[in-house]
């Protein structure tokens, strides 16, 4: 039962939920957009420099902490050898 929750409703889940944000993210307030369009070449880049500024960190911590999670695997996972098995 944990492989088929593993192997297909994981990533199944993580599919719907990636595919279900495209459509999110995309929704724009218009005066905001006419705003951005209308702009001059400076101020394109100011906002390219922003948007590069506020997903940055985001994403640094994002990796960091799977790092972290990857590293420190094996002190909280129990280990096969002991002879202890876990059975739900």
């Given at each position: ?23 999110a993210f ?20 100011a906002l ?10 985001p994403t ?29």
């Amino acid at each position: 039962m944990r492989s088929l929750l593993r192997s297909i409703v994981l990533p199944g889940a993580a599919l719907i939920l990636v595919l279900s944000a495209v459509p999110a993210f995309s929704q724009g307030c218009a005066l905001c957009y006419t705003q951005a369009a209308s702009s001059g070449a400076r101020m394109i880049q100011a906002l390219k420099s922003g948007i590069l500024i506020l997903i940055v960190p985001p994403t640094l911590g994002s990796v960091g902490m799977i790092f972290v999670m990857y590293k420190k695997r094996d002190q909280v996972r129990p280990s096969h050898e002991d002879g202890d098995t876990f059975r739900d």
